[in-house]
Nanobody
Framework: QLQLVESGGGLVQPGGSLRLSCAAS????????IGWFRQAPGKEREGVSY????????YYAEFVKGRFTISRDNAKNTVSLQMNSLKPEDTAVYYC??????????????????WGQGTQVTVSS
C-alpha cells in the first residue's frame, strides 16, 4: 500500500520553530517530486514548498521564503520541512504530496498522485 505520513505538527508560539516530516511507505521517494501544501480554515489549499527528484531543486512560496527550508533524505525515504520564525498566519493543516512528473507546476495540487493525511500546525501565544 502506497502511503505518505506527515508528523511533527503541534502548537508553537510566534517566532518559534517546527520541523515537519513526510515519510513514505510502499514506494521510494527517489523518483518523486515532493510538495508541501497547507490549508487554513475557510481557505483554499496552497503550495508551500517543493523539492525535485532529479537534482534536488527547491522552490518556495513567497510567503515562506527565508523562513522555511525543504530537504530530502532518500536513504530514510523522508522529506522534511523546517519552519522557522513562525507567524500566526502559518496556522493550517500541512500536507505532503508526491508527483512523478519531472517538471510539475509544483504549486498546483492536481500535479500530485499521493497525499498524506495532514498534520496540524498552530501558531499562537
Amino acid at each position: 500500500q502506497l502511503q505518505l505520513v506527515e508528523s511533527g505538527g503541534g502548537l508553537v508560539q510566534p517566532g518559534g520553530s517546527l520541523r515537519l516530516s513526510c515519510a513514505a511507505s510502499g514506494f521510494s521517494l527517489d523518483y518523486y517530486g515532493i510538495g508541501w501544501f497547507r490549508q487554513a480554515p475557510g481557505k483554499e489549499r496552497e503550495g508551500v514548498s517543493y523539492i525535485s527528484s532529479s537534482d534536488g531543486s527547491t522552490y518556495y512560496a513567497e510567503f515562506v521564503k527565508g523562513r522555511f527550508t525543504i530537504s530530502r533524505d532518500n536513504a530514510k525515504n523522508t522529506v522534511s520541512l523546517q519552519m522557522n520564525s513562525l507567524k500566526p498566519e502559518d496556522t493550517a493543516v500541512y500536507y505532503c504530496a508526491a508527483t512523478p512528473n519531472n517538471q510539475p507546476l509544483w504549486f498546483n495540487s492536481y500535479e500530485y498522485d499521493y497525499w498524506g493525511q495532514g498534520t496540524q500546525v498552530t501558531v499562537s501565544s
